[in-house]
């Protein structure tokens, strides 16, 4: 049973940064695809980015205009940890943030974007950025 850990959200000013990081509790998290979500209330949770268990491949929400160049996903191994830089924030970009672990398929080739296909969450953390 892997349990992820969310934090770094907070209150930010349009233009700035944060940084978001997922710790994992066990070391099989090494061999899963990870992934970032966003949920704002109403609305459905939304992929945003994707990192395959050797850091290799990424893959970033090609839908959320704007999202590209400002966000980046990375892990660090040794630390069981997964990181979310955002950069030129939004008020759109407003949400709690989600890590998720793709525990079915280790050593995947291949970067889920599906939100069911994630099987171990987060609890989130809130985001917000002010206009």
């Known amino acids: 049973q892997v349990q992820l850990v969310e934090s770094g959200g907070g209150l930010v000013q349009a233009g700035g940064s944060l940084r978001l990081a997922c710790a994992a509790s066990t070391r099989t998290f090494s061999t899963y695809t990870m992934g970032w979500f966003r949920q704002v209330p109403g609305k459905e949770r939304e992929f945003v980015a994707a990192i395959s268990w050797d850091g290799g491949r990424t893959a970033y929400a090609d839908s959320m205009k704007g999202l590209k160049g400002r966000f980046t996903i990375s892990r660090d191994i040794v630390k069981n940890t997964v990181y979310l830089q955002m950069n030129s924030l939004k008020p759109e970009d407003t949400a709690v943030y989600y890590c998720?672990?793709?525990?079915?398929?280790?050593?995947?080739?291949?970067?889920?974007?599906?939100?069911?296909?994630?099987?171990?969450w987060g609890q989130g953390t809130q985001v917000t950025v002010s206009s």
């Open positions: 998720a672990a793709d525990g079915r398929r280790p050593l995947s080739v291949v970067i889920t974007t599906t939100l069911r296909e994630y099987d171990y």
